[in-house]
Every structure is written in structure tokens, then in C-alpha cells.
């Protein structure tokens, strides 16, 4: 079966400091793989998404950047982290054509 | 006006109620459905998908209504274990799948 992964849990940086959030997906190939951003008391923000390795498509312009540099493998990164990126970061994965989406268990980022 | 709406509640609601959810959408040629749950600080979890026909799955049913666009999710008898948020979820062509804020649910013994 497929797991999805997730790390670290939760994460507390300073603003003005770089970040770096991690996804594998194991159990699977060629996963479509996206990242969302969930607000406090708010519905998930799609940040970017991946077909493949190398493919990233952004869906708001923001101080984040994300890569694929791996089948199973996405990063969510930032070189200076704002007060307003700030929420709970997800990975989610769907495979081909399926269009239920699952997600990894997060991370918890504060920024202060 | 949001792409998806839901009341955000809470419902408050007895062990054994029967507890209804609406969900609206803007735009009309959103072609899949979904409603997930998700407990407090964890991630969502994909509860059914909703097909043009209705579907049930034990407690759960969901409804899509395209004329009027907006889903629906009824829960019969709530258990306990059924407090969560339950997020609405539209998705057009391509990958962009919209996710409305939720409605929170607090089952009461």
C-alpha cells in the first residue's frame, strides 16, 4: 500500500530564516504531488504541484519555491521566511488519472 | 463571492441525530466532488467521493445538485467519533482542486 511522508512533525523559525519541508511518497511511481498551505481556521491554499521530476507548477506567487528533485520526492522550500507563512503545510499525492487526492500528516510551522 | 462556500457551524448535535451539510460552488463546470473529514491538528482524510447519483456508504450520504450547484452530506444516528471538520471539495479540468473552509461537527453524548 501506498504511505506518504512528512517531516519534521512541527517547526518553529525565526522570520528571515531559510525553510526546507519534505515529502516522499512510497509505494508508488509517477505520483502527481502538491502542496498545500492551511491557515489557521482557513480551507487549504494549493501552493504548487508536480507531474514529474523537474515539473512544478505554481498556483499563487509567493516567497516560496518548491522542487522534485526524485520520483517520490517533493520540497517545499523559502530562502527568508515572512510572519504570514506561518500554517500547517501538507504533501498529497494522487496517482494518474484518480482524482481523490491523499495527504501526508503534516507539518505544524510557526514562524516568530 | 468564494469558489466554495460552507457554513463553518459548529453543529452542535446529540449522539444519534441526524446532521446535514450543504456545500456551494461557483463555478459550473467543476466536474468532481469530494467531502473530507479532518480532526483537529491532523490531515484531511478523503471521506467519500460524491457522484451525480448519490452515493451512501453506511451513515454517510452525499448528494450533488449541478442546477443548483451545491453537495450535500447527511450523516444519520452521529457517533461520538464523528466530531470533525468536514471539508467540501471541487475539482475542474487540470489539477486545480478548490477546498472550502469546513463545517465543524461536535457529537454530543
Known amino acids: 500500500s501506498q504511505t506518504i511522508h512528512q517531516w519534521p512533525a512541527t517547526l518553529v523559525q525565526p522570520v528571515g530564516s531559510p525553510l526546507s519541508l519534505e515529502c516522499t511518497v512510497e509505494?508508488?511511481?509517477?505520483?502527481?504531488l502538491y502542496w498545500y498551505r492551511q491557515a489557521a481556521g482557513r480551507g487549504l491554499q494549493l501552493l504548487f504541484y508536480?507531474?514529474?521530476?523537474?515539473?512544478i507548477s505554481s498556483e499563487v506567487p509567493q516567497n516560496l519555491s518548491a522542487s522534485r528533485p526524485q520520483d517520490r520526492q517533493f520540497i517545499l522550500s523559502s530562502k527568508k521566511l515572512l510572519l504570514s507563512d506561518s500554517g500547517f503545510y501538507l504533501c498529497?499525492?494522487?496517482?494518474?488519472?484518480?482524482?481523490?487526492?491523499?495527504f501526508g500528516p503534516g507539518t505544524r510551522l510557526t514562524v516568530t | 463571492r468564494k469558489e466554495v462556500e460552507q457554513d463553518p457551524g459548529p453543529f452542535n448535535v446529540p449522539e444519534g441525530a441526524t446532521v446535514a451539510f450543504n456545500c456551494t460552488y461557483s463555478?459550473?463546470?467543476?466536474?468532481?466532488f469530494f467531502w473530507y473529514r479532518q480532526d483537529c491538528r491532523k490531515e484531511p482524510k478523503l471521506l467519500m467521493s460524491?457522484?451525480?447519483s448519490g452515493n451512501e456508504d453506511g451513515r454517510f450520504t452525499a448528494q450533488l445538485n449541478r442546477a443548483s450547484q451545491y453537495i450535500s452530506l447527511l450523516i444519520r444516528d452521529s457517533k461520538l467519533s464523528d466530531s470533525a471538520t468536514y471539508l467540501c471539495v471541487v475539482k475542474g479540468g487540470g489539477f486545480k482542486t478548490i477546498f472550502g473552509a469546513g463545517t465543524r461537527l461536535f457529537v454530543k453524548a
Open positions: 498529497a499525492w494522487t496517482q494518474g488519472g484518480e482524482l481523490e487526492q491523499y
Open positions: 509505494g508508488t511511481s509517477n505520483p502527481n
Open positions: 463555478n459550473s463546470a467543476s466536474q468532481s
Open positions: 460524491v457522484y451525480s
Open positions: 508536480s507531474v514529474g521530476i523537474g515539473q
